[in-house]
């Protein structure tokens, strides 16, 4: 018999998920069954090339969600919501969605035992996304509208039947995304002096700012940082200051226009002393292309706008010579958009199958 007690400890060791590592900080009793993919305990890479890049005396991490269980932040919150409906005999869930919110729902809920439904605005999501929500089983429905129309038709229905709403409306959610600032904390040994997110519809970056203001309550922190959010210029309601009737982007993840959590995460640009502001696609597009090419790191559009958006600060002076760390939460994996990348770039050489073909084409 191979002796498997080495490999037995360590996976008794492992990271537990959010709910367990974070049990004491979020509403969750002995009762609550867990329905976890451990997720979270996400990497905070320091920058090598962009922060360094930048004037001033920037020191830059990059908070990589893209590694979660199902690619996104939204596993944070997912496992609190399904655990918590789970617990109160919930069978089934239901949300809108631009395509992570579905494709977490979907793999928690049948994690769960339990049925998901997802309304999606139709042609309008990421492909990997798409077949993550088909793949884990969720009754996916493609509606004839955008991100809004869908949500406005989840609250209906989830006001009227025993169906658990999954989005970021539900506090639970926000009570597990919350645990991403607590993680930035704990990695960095203190706070941030600035936070970066890209908002959508405005759930992550009021969750950051609900954690850091509860990692402060417990004394686990002594200051907060600023929270800084940049939406895409074509779907920037809380930049406008009114909604978007027809928001439009390449970064789908964000292509909101009428955001749930609008008043939530204005007072946590206000109350911290950030700002919100906004980011071209042709800027976004630049910082994912930057991101992967430069710095190894491969997150899709919509989190490239959380750089996009420090690019765009650092240009207008924002930044002084006095030493800052700064955190860009890359929410979600490139692989979730493929085609983005591929459609950008330009497709490979082909070549004969002959060694000289190859030493000519590279000029060897
Ligand atoms: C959901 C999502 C966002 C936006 O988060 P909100 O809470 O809606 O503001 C940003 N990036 C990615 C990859 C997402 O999945």
Same mark, same amino acid.
């Given at each position: ?11 008794c060791e492992d990271w537990p998920g959010i709910i367990r590592a974070y049990a004491d900080l979020l509403p969750v009793t002995d009762q609550t069954p867990i329905v976890t993919l451990r997720e979270g305990d996400t990497p905070l890479i320091g920058s090598e090339h962009i922060g360094p890049s930048l004037p001033g005396n920037i020191r830059l991490f990059f908070k990589f969600e893209g ?206 002393? %950030? =700002?919100? !502001?906004?980011? &071209?696609?042709?800027?976004? +597009? ?6 992967? #090419? @430069? ?38 994996? %490139? =692989?979730? !958009?493929?085609? &983005?990348?591929?459609?950008? +770039? ?6 004969? #199958? @002959? ?10």
């Amino acid at each position: 018999m191979p002796d498997t007690s080495a490999l037995q400890s360590a996976s008794c060791e492992d990271w537990p998920g959010i709910i367990r590592a974070y049990a004491d900080l979020l509403p969750v009793t002995d009762q609550t069954p867990i329905v976890t993919l451990r997720e979270g305990d996400t990497p905070l890479i320091g920058s090598e090339h962009i922060g360094p890049s930048l004037p001033g005396n920037i020191r830059l991490f990059f908070k990589f969600e893209g590694v979660n269980p199902t690619g996104s932040f939204k596993d944070r919150g997912m496992t609190m919501a399904v655990s918590k409906a789970k617990e109160r005999g919930v069978g089934i869930t239901m949300c809108a969605s631009t395509g992570n919110t579905s494709a977490a729902a979907a793999a928690y809920s049948a994690r769960a035992g339990m049925e998901c439904i997802v309304l999606i605005p139709q042609g309008k999501i990421a492909f990997g996304k798409l077949s993550q929500a088909l793949i884990h089983g969720a009754r996916t429905v493609q509606v004839d509208g955008n991100f809004d129309d869908c949500l406005r038709i989840v609250r209906e229905i989830t006001d009227s039947y025993p169906i658990e709403l999954v989005n970021s409306l539900n506090p639970m959610r926000m009570e597990g995304q919350k645990t991403a600032a607590f993680e930035v904390c704990d990695q960095l040994g203190h706070p941030p002096d600035i936070h970066i997110l890209p908002v959508g519809n405005a759930g992550n970056i009021t969750a950051y700012w609900w954690g850091y203001l509860q990692y402060r309550e417990v004394g686990r922190i002594d200051r907060l940082p600023k929270m800084i959010g940049f939406q895409a210029a074509g779907a920037a309601p809380l930049v406008h200051g009114e909604p978007v009737r027809q928001p439009e982007t390449i970064a789908t993840a964000i292509r909101i226009g009428d955001p749930a959590r609008w008043d939530d995460a204005m007072s946590a640009m206000t109350d911290s002393g %950030g =700002l919100v !502001d906004m980011v &071209t696609d042709e800027q976004i +597009l630049e910082a994912y292309q930057l991101l992967a #090419a @430069r710095e190894g790191v491969f997150a899709e559009p919509a989190s490239a706008t959380s750089v996009a958006g420090l690019l765009k600060l650092a240009a207008n002076g924002y930044f002084d010579d006095r030493p800052v760390t700064v955190v860009c939460t890359l929410t979600g994996h %490139g =692989l979730k !958009d493929p085609d &983005t990348a591929v459609n950008m +770039l330009q497709k490979p050489d082909i070549i004969p #199958a @002959r060694t000289e073909a190859l030493v000519e084409l590279l000029g060897l």
